[in-house]
């Protein structure tokens, strides 16, 4: 597609539910990052694939959160049994990914996935 | 994880002033990225630097590197409303040949009209 895409926009769920953020990168992007944004506060990483793979699984909270890339392209963030602190807009991002030099690092936000446990 | 920290945190300023964010960091450096964040949402990549470049210019935007001190900084010259937004930098990291951007705090600029 022309930029990434992530749905839903806005998510509202009831504590102890479970939630699924889904990520289309842009096209070719091997490389796809989730990020965590509270409230005027800064980026947490959560996880990186490069292709299918997740070498860098460390940003992830606790075990009630994974997710998966299938196909190199979509990705899936999961949250089980969602906590109100789970509460933030869940970034994602796409760039080139390996092998195409540090210089095309550049990364390509969604719009995020706003999620509120009530 | 994070190795940039921006300073300031916040940034107030009147439209028409210029508004110059910093940033450092620790580790060497390929080059430095400056995104740009409205209302909580996605970020905007606004430029690059390069590792060998000491400064860069964009329309009103102008950032300098100094590989020497670890820092960075952009300035917005003659600042408007629409201007208004989060600034973070951005540096890329190699890990078992694997690339990963290195995000700093942010700076939350707010332009007075």
């Known amino acids: 597609g022309a930029g990434v895409s992530q749905s839903p926009s806005n998510k509202v769920t009831e504590k102890g539910k479970d939630v699924e953020l889904r990520c289309d990168p842009i096209?070719?992007?091997?490389?796809l990052y989730w990020y965590r944004q509270s409230l005027g506060q800064g980026l947490e990483f959560l996880i990186y694939f490069q292709g299918n793979s997740a070498p860098d699984k460390s940003g992830l909270p606790s075990d009630r959160f994974s997710a998966e890339r299938t196909g190199g392209s979509v990705s899936t963030l999961t949250i089980q049994r969602t906590q109100q602190e789970d509460s933030a807009v869940y970034l994602c991002a796409s760039s080139l990914g390996r092998g195409q030099g540090l210089l095309n690092t550049e990364a390509f936000f969604g719009q995020g996935t706003r999620l509120t446990v009530v | 994880s994070q190795q940039g920290e921006e300073d300031p945190q916040a940034l107030s300023i009147q439209e028409g002033e210029n508004a110059t964010m910093n940033c450092s960091y620790k580790t060497s450096i390929n080059n430095l990225q400056w995104y740009r964040q409205n209302s909580g949402r996605g970020l905007v990549h606004l430029i690059l630097?390069?590792?060998n470049e000491r400064e860069k210019h964009s329309g009103r935007l102008r950032v300098t590197l100094d590989t020497s001190k670890k820092s960075s900084s952009l300035l917005i010259t003659a600042s408007r409303a629409a201007d208004t937004a989060s600034y973070f930098c951005?540096?890329?990291?190699?890990?078992?040949?694997?690339?990963?951007?290195?995000w700093g705090a942010g700076t939350k600029l707010i332009i007075k009209p």
């Open positions: 630097i390069r590792s």
């Open positions: 096209s070719g992007h091997t490389a």
């Open positions: 951005a540096t890329p990291e190699v890990d078992n040949s694997n690339y990963q951007l290195i």
